[in-house]
T-cell receptor, first 114, second 112 residues
Framework: GENVEQHPSTLSVQEGDSAVIKCTYS??????FPWYKQELGKGPQLIID?????GEKKDQRIAVTLNKTAKHFSLHITETQPEDSAVYFC?????????????FGKGTKLSVKP | EADIYQTPRYLVIGTGKKITLECSQT?????MYWYQQDPGMELHLIHY???????EKGDLSSESTVSRIRTEHFPLTLESARPSHTSQYLC???????????FGQGTRLTVV
């Protein structure tokens, strides 16, 4: 089955700096890779996703890159702000076909210091 | 804002009690999930359903049970709660395979 590794587990940056979180996956058939942000006391919310037919996707200060050959994908946050502080999860959709569950990484706690 | 709701948000109960955590979504999604989130943040899939009358156990063994009698409702039941069940429980739903999951706010359960 699919296995998703996420690094680092904690990340502290200065406001205005960039933050990068990396994930690797094991199932070459995985074709959907979302990123979630979880704020304290709330459920995770999707911030960006990418499908396997695309190498990069950007939404304002957030971008995701996918390297299918190496089976890794990364989240890039530029010009970080204190409100970016949260736990971030990457995920990969396991297997092919019409089913397949999302397999999550263990999370990265991002702290943005003002 | 996703239309998926969990009740209660917080619950403190005594050991041995039976409890049901409620999860409802109004989006007509077939796929629904229960995750247990430990203090170290990791999300563990404990149950999922691909539609009415479909339930499966997830990757993490759990003493809880689920039912899916209606599309919109996916309750999780603990027959006899123990302190080891203390955790955050998150419910989620998805319309199809290659789409995002929408999460509820979670239920923080404490068993004393």
């Amino acid at each position: 089955g699919e296995n998703v590794e996420q690094h680092p587990s904690t990340l502290s940056v200065q406001e205005g700096d960039s933050a990068v979180i990396k994930c690797t996956y094991s199932d070459s058939a995985s074709n959907y890779f979302p990123w979630y942000k979880q704020e304290l006391g709330k459920g995770p919310q999707l911030i960006i996703d990418i499908r396997s037919n695309v190498g990069e996707k950007k939404d304002q200060r957030i971008a995701v890159t996918l390297n299918k050959t190496a089976k890794h994908f990364s989240l890039h946050i530029t010009e970080t702000q204190p409100e970016d502080s949260a736990v971030y999860f990457c995920a990969a959709r396991s297997g092919g076909g019409s089913q397949g569950n999302l397999i999550f990484g263990k999370g990265t706690k991002l702290s943005v210091k003002p | 804002e996703a239309d998926i709701y969990q009740t209660p948000r917080y619950l403190v109960i005594g050991t041995g009690k039976k409890i049901t955590l409620e999860c409802s979504q109004t989006m007509g999604h077939d796929k629904m999930y229960w995750y247990q989130q430990d203090p170290g943040m990791e999300l563990h899939l404990i149950h999922y359903s691909y539609g009415v009358n479909s339930t499966e156990k997830g990757d993490l063994s759990s003493e809880s049970t689920v039912s899916r009698i209606r599309t919109e409702h996916f309750p999780l039941t603990l027959e006899s709660a123990r302190p080891s069940h203390t955790s955050q429980y998150l419910c989620a739903s998805r319309p199809a395979a290659n789409t995002e999951a929408f999460f509820g706010q979670g239920t923080r359960l404490t068993v004393v």
